[in-house]
């Protein structure tokens, strides 16, 4: 199985999660450093450098995971840019075009590569990392909540089109993870905004990732999973709400 942007945060998590589950895991990641010392710490792992935004990359990507393994059973399509924050009106064509290639048109060129190959076994899943920003709007984000819209659209349209060869395809999406570096101080703060009360951490998406490419979820395609600690489904925000949890009952 492939995870893409696994040298780092969710992917890599991910990765280490499906090694403890039996499955044998490629890490890819744009930052060579970053696959090759995350592979060689999840047994049976290899690293394997490539930019997802380029088609020659990605396919010796699969060109080398063909050969190595014979097949792919299951892609996570994970690597994206969460650094991309800009106003609109500050945004230009080639801060659109990095955003839109790495997030959307990396997931669709590896998605390709992997489906051409599952086809021919009936079977394998396909899963993308999706965000909060398909459905609900981040300040400052037009690109990144763009692609992510892009990428439900396209879990839903991929589903449709893989369902009758007996391929899968999901979306997962995160909520507020801390996958960058903040203070212990400022990720208890930015958690209080949570529901659940605390920011998420990558382990917090490998069991529902998991999961989704299990044969438990075998009737389970076109889905976007919410795994956000209840981020999306509140109005107002933890701090900010007229029915404070201050005033719930003390049970
Ligand atoms: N962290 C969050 O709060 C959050 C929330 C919602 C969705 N997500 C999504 O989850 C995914 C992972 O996010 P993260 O927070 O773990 O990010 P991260 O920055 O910690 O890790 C992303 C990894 O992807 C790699 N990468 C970047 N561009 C690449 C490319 N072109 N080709 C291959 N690898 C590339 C990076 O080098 C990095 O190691 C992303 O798709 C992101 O949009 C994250």
Redesign the pocket.
Known sequence: MVV??A?????RAVAERFAAEGARVVV????PE?ATQVAAAIPGAIGIP????SKAAVDTLFDRVEAEFGRIDVLVN?????YAARHFLEGDEAWWDQVLN??LK?AYLCSDRAARSMVRRRSGVILH?S??GATRAHRGNVAYDASKGGIEAMTRAMALDLAPYGIRVNAIV????R?YDISDEQAAERGEVVPMGRLGT?EDLAGPTVFLATDDARYITGACLVVDGGVLVQQRSVPLDTFPVSRFPKV
Request: aromatic share 0%; net charge negative; glycine share 24%.
């Open positions: 893409t942007g040298g780092h945060g969710i992917g890819n990641d744009l930052d970053r490539a930019d997802v935004a994970n690597a994206g840019n969460i790495v997030n990396g990392m965000s909060g995160p909520g507020l993870i996958t990558p």
